[in-house]
């Protein structure tokens, strides 16, 4: 089982083709979203024994994302309730289709989560990342998580999916993102992630990262790999709608085909070859490009690929 951790919230994205009446506002379509909760609709959807582990509110946005979930098959026996109101995301969408965000997310339900028991004995991997690693008080335990699991051997991914809005100290969280490395077996970021956090694959890659997955939105994927190996695949190409949910995507492909490949360790990355790793990437790619054809985080199923 590969559980994912992290927050779960409503995108509000404007609606497609609908132009705004003249001096009024665009109307905006409510969407389940949130990095790990699309990471784990995602894996739930391609077939992968997925748990989700956030805490969600109990209004009617967050009844709407547990019901994603469960439509999914992903396993909800991780999730803690709470009456707080659920985190909004209101998407700003570009014109070649990218998303920048606006939050509201002061007293909502995720952002008082707490450390959990151990995770089930058959947790394979843990995948955490994002919003959930910026707000707290829950983002120290969502840290916890991150090194309590690693500790006892679990394949841990980290997407830290940087919403520069939400960070009131870029210094303090990029020193928080620098100390969370030695327990990452795979980091996965944007070029944008990257720029933002001042470094480069080759540096965390020294820090405890086997290996580090690089998107860059229409160049593809690129992975610098153990032993100092780089590969790289192009995107996919399709007509874009827009981008949410696009990098979830790919850390759930990842995951998935890692999992298929009983490669969940870091001996298991570092038995991945060049083939292996384009075979991978390339997979990933494909996945994400079919999220990109459609509006909001909509990631495909087997039979879409």
């Excluded at 699309?38 to 994302?65: H, K, M, Q």
């Excluded at 997407?159 to 870029?170: A, Q, S």
């Excluded at 490395?181 to 992630?193: A, R």
Aim: hydrophobic share 45%; with cysteine; aromatic share 6%.
């Amino acid at each position: 089982m590969i559980v994912v951790a992290g927050e779960a919230l409503i995108d509000l994205v404007p609606a497609p083709n609908s132009p705004s009446p003249e001096g009024g506002l665009p109307p905006l379509l409510p969407r389940r979203g949130g990095g790990p909760y699309n990471t784990a609709l995602a894996l739930g959807r391609l077939g992968t024994p997925t748990a989700f582990c956030s805490r969600v509110s109990t209004d009617g946005f967050g009844e709407a994302l547990l019901a994603g979930l469960r439509a999914a098959g992903v396993d909800l026996s991780l999730v803690a309730r709470g009456p707080e109101p659920t985190t909004l995301a209101v998407a700003d969408l570009a014109a070649d289709g990218g998303a920048g965000y606006r939050f509201y997310a002061q007293g909502t339900a995720d952002r008082l989560f707490e450390l959990p028991p151990a995770l089930p004995a058959a947790t394979s991997a843990l995948s955490v990342g994002t919003c959930s690693l910026v707000l707290d008080p829950g983002a120290d335990a969502y840290a916890a998580l991150l090194r309590r699991e690693a500790a006892r051997g679990v394949f841990t991914l980290l997407d830290p999916n940087i919403r520069p809005g939400l960070i009131p100290d870029p210094d303090g969280y990029r020193a928080r993102f620098r100390s969370w490395l030695p327990d990452v077996c795979l980091l996965k970021l944007s070029e944008e992630d990257a720029r933002w956090l001042g470094g480069t694959p080759e540096e965390w890659l020294k820090e405890g990262p086997q290996a580090v997955v690089l998107t860059r939105g229409a160049d593809g994927l690129t992975v610098y790999a153990p032993g100092g190996a780089v590969h790289s695949v192009p995107a996919g190409r399709v007509r874009v709608a827009d981008t949410i949910g696009a990098g979830d995507t790919v850390n759930a492909a990842l995951l998935h085909r890692l999992a298929q490949a009983d490669a969940l360790s870091r001996p298991g990355l570092a038995a991945l070859d060049a083939h292996d790793w384009r075979a991978l990437l390339t997979f990933a790619a494909h996945a994400a490009a079919l999220t990109c054809s459609r509006t909001g985080a909509e990631p495909p199923f087997p039979t879409d690929l």
